[in-house]
Structure formats: structure tokens, C-alpha cells
């Protein structure tokens, strides 16, 4: 089974650029969520999406994210314009189900800098 | 509020000794709680979960993980360690009520030593 693609594995752009990630998950899972990993601490989660409909987007900051999964399939997490607090690894993980028991399964992530 | 914490920011074990990565929680209701691995360059992996029943709960890679209500705790085990598990350790919450989201600890760098 193959498992969550994400693309670029590495980013590098200057403060106030645009960048966008794009997240593939395993097939058939209906949830699918964006979490940031800032070094030396836990992922956070950004943004759900249970189909194509956002469950939760409580911590994104919506003024320069923004994310979408059109199709119900495959999903684009956009930032504009970056800031230098941006660097971080973007994970995109997901489920079967949005259930509170069901385990997540990750990609390997994007690591972002900005510089 | 949600919370998970990880004492230890670094666990040095020598190869085949038991090993203990721990982990306290805060939660509203009753806890989901999960451990992943994060070996680098790579996405994090799932090794075990708590939703109810047994309190010892057994994973991936002879990993296990004991739930402890009174202790608020649910600290990752292993009988004998291998130089390959070194990597860094992740621990996670839901809860029953309250936000949805699941939440990680800031992580447990396992380091085992031939």
C-alpha cells in the first residue's frame, strides 16, 4: 500500500514569497490534515479536512494560509507571503476516518526555509 | 486544555538494556493517547495506541506502552533495545471531549548505545 506522498521534500525562498505543498494521502482515506513541526518541538496541527470540507481550522493563520482539497483527494497548503517564523517542517497526514481512535499515517514532510 | 508532556529531552540506553521513554498527559475526559517514531528524514510512523480496555498495550517492534489513570501517564517500553531504535519519540493526545485535534508532545531523543 503505497503510503502519503508530499512534494517538494525541500524548499528554500526569501521572507514575502509565495510556496505552496502539495500532499497526496493513502487511497481511500477520507481525512487528511497539515501539521507544522517547528525544530525542537511536536507537531501542530493547522488545518483538517474530512473530504473535501474543513473540520478544524482553528490554528491556521488564515491571513497568509491557506489550504484547499478541491476533489476530496489530494490537497495544496499555500503560504503568502512568507515570514522568517515559517521555517519549519509541513507534514500532511491521513486517516481512514476523522474517528478519535484512528491513527494518522505521515509523509515524510516539507522542509521549508526562509530566509 | 489539552497538554502532553515529555520530561526527557534525550534517553541514552545501552544496546539490550530495557529501555523507558516517559509521558504525562492532560485531558478533557477520557484519553486517546498514541506514540509515533520519527526516524530522519522520514514522516513520523505509528508504533502503538490507547483507547480503552488493557491498560498494557503492545505495538510495532516489541514496543508497549503502559496506561496509567491515577498517574495521568503512559510511558513507552521496551524489554531489550536495539541500536536501531535510536530515534526520536513522540507522544500524543486526544480527548474525549473538548478540542478534537490531536496534540504532540515537543519529542524524546532515544540514543542506544552499542
Known amino acids: 500500500e503505497a503510503g502519503v506522498a508530499q512534494s517538494p521534500r525541500y524548499k528554500i525562498i526569501e521572507k514575502r514569497q509565495s510556496v505552496a505543498f502539495w500532499c497526496n494521502p493513502i487511497?481511500?482515506?477520507?481525512?487528511l490534515y497539515w501539521y507544522q513541526q517547528i525544530l525542537g518541538q511536536g507537531p501542530k496541527l493547522l488545518i483538517q479536512f474530512q473530504n473535501n470540507g474543513v473540520v478544524d481550522d482553528s490554528q491556521l493563520p488564515k491571513d497568509r494560509f491557506s489550504a484547499e482539497r478541491l476533489k476530496g483527494v489530494d490537497s495544496t497548503l499555500k503560504i503568502q507571503p512568507a515570514k522568517l517564523e515559517d521555517s519549519a517542517v509541513y507534514l500532511c497526514a491521513s486517516s481512514s476516518e476523522g474517528g478519535l481512535s484512528n491513527e494518522q499515517f505521515f509523509g515524510p514532510g516539507t522542509r521549508l526555509t526562509v530566509l | 486544555a489539552q497538554s502532553v508532556a515529555q520530561p526527557e529531552d534525550q534517553v541514552n540506553v545501552a544496546e539490550g538494556n530495557p529501555l523507558t521513554v516517559k509521558c504525562t498527559y492532560s485531558?478533557?475526559?477520557?484519553?486517546?493517547l498514541f506514540w509515533y517514531v520519527q526516524y530522519p528524514n522520514r514522516g513520523l510512523q505509528f508504533l502503538l495506541k490507547?483507547?480503552?480496555?488493557?491498560?498494557l498495550v503492545k505495538g510495532s517492534y516489541g514496543f508497549e506502552a503502559e496506561f496509567n489513570k491515577s498517574q495521568t501517564s503512559f510511558h513507552l517500553k521496551k524489554p531489550s533495545a536495539l541500536v536501531s531504535d535510536s530515534a526520536l519519540y513522540f507522544c500524543?493526545?486526544?480527548?474525549?471531549?473538548?478540542?478534537?485535534?490531536?496534540?504532540f508532545g515537543t519529542g524524546t531523543r532515544l540514543t542506544v548505545i552499542p
Open positions: 490507547y483507547i480503552t480496555g488493557d491498560n
Open positions: 500524543a493526545v486526544r480527548g474525549e471531549t473538548g478540542a478534537n485535534n490531536l496534540f
Open positions: 485531558v478533557s475526559g477520557n484519553p486517546y
Open positions: 487511497s481511500g482515506h477520507a481525512t
